[in-house]
């Protein structure tokens, strides 16, 4: 699929996956306790992100969503919706994009429940978190489209700005709709370094793994 470069404004929230690599059990106590503050700062989700369910939950959802041929014009309406996101219609406009029921998770945020997604997406809207994100390109693998893009956070104070990269898999039904959303990125990566309190702790995990037991 051939596709322009739009780019595009829209709320998002993202949780880190720890690496394996991340032994030291300090680091990794770091780690969690920012994922969890950022999760609050910019989506108010209420408790810790679902870490130990989250792979699990993404193998289950390609062993059983089953996909129809990418539409045409995917790219462009997922695009659309997110540019307008900060709109009034954001329900309806869930409603016309997203599949009943479906697999969502923006990595901090997991629902198979279109009326949850839609109101994760208010609450988004409403707590002014806003991102500029660069589509630089759409793959079509099978029955499954990606999406890969570039992301500027804004923070709602204004006093943070930060740039982090990812990518979104997407399925689709025989309407059109998406029923499968996966975002793949790293907040530690741009995002969570550039918060205060939260950077210096991740430059410290970073520093420790460098260097070494």
Known sequence: MNVSRPR??????RRHVASPAVND??????????????????????????E???PA??????????????PRDAARRFVAFFTALDR?????RVNALYAAPLYFSD?????????QLAQHFERLSARGARIAVDLDDATVS???????????????????EAQTIGMTQLRFDALGRICFHQDFWDPSEG??????????????????LAAGP
């Open 107 to 115: 990595t901090l945020f997991v629902t198979h429940d279109r009326v």
């Open 52 to 54: 130990a369910r989250y």
């Open 142 to 160: 099978g029955r499954d489209l990606y999406l890969r893009w570039r992301m500027r956070v804004s923070l709602p104070d204004g006093s943070t």
């Open 57 to 70: 939950l993404y193998q289950q959802a390609l062993e059983s969503t089953a996909a129809e041929p990418v």
């Open 88 to 92: 009034p219609g954001v329900t309806e």
């Open 25 to 50: 059990p300090l680091a990794h106590s770091i780690r969690v306790a920012a994922t969890v503050a950022m999760a609050t700062l910019v989506s108010g989700c209420d408790g810790p992100p679902p």
């Open 8 to 13: 595009f404004h829209a709320f998002f929230t």
């Open 191 to 208: 995002l969570y370094r550039r918060i205060p309190l939260l950077g210096g702790a991740i430059r410290y995990v970073d520093d420790r």
